[in-house]
């Protein structure tokens, strides 16, 4: 199996239409397999600081992690019944020979065993706020209409 270039750049800039396009065609795809969702329980974003994001930065430093992978993650399913709150765990992504997409750094090195759940074992993060919390529910991008 081949493996992908991990440390290629991922970003590819889209015009305004196209990311008006793709979030639109999300709410739909979940509206259609969420049936009987109330519009606003779909998860339409995340919020991520600056903070958050240079510290994932600073992460990265290692030469051995090569990007970061952000898993859907779900707190509740009673709570995600009243209020959305759909986040995203990061985890650092260190290159492997025998994994062509990459290893999750689940744990952090030299932890003491790493299988004992403390948060102190965990390289798992949640850097996230879920809309509508921390979104801007005016963006075209959260309600589909170009400006």
Request: include cysteine; charged fraction near 25%; glycine fraction near 4%.
């Amino acid at each position: 199996m081949k493996n992908t270039d991990l440390t290629a750049r991922t970003s590819v800039a889209i015009s305004v239409s196209e990311a008006i396009r793709r979030t639109t065609n999300w709410r739909e795809f979940m509206n259609v397999n969420l049936q009987g969702t109330n519009e606003n329980m779909v998860p339409k974003a995340v919020y991520m600081s600056r903070a958050d994001i240079l510290a994932m930065a600073d992460a990265l430093k290692d030469p051995s992690v090569v990007g970061a992978r952000a898993y859907f993650s779900l707190d509740s399913t009673e709570a995600e019944a009243e209020k959305n709150v759909v986040t995203f765990c990061m985890v650092m992504v260190r290159s492997c020979e025998d994994k062509r997409c990459g290893k999750d750094v689940i744990y952090l090195p030299n932890s003491t065993d790493g299988e004992n759940g403390s948060i102190d074992d965990s390289g798992i993060y949640d850097y996230t706020r879920p809309c509508p919390d921390f979104c801007d529910i005016d963006s075209p991008l959260y309600r589909g209409e170009h400006p």
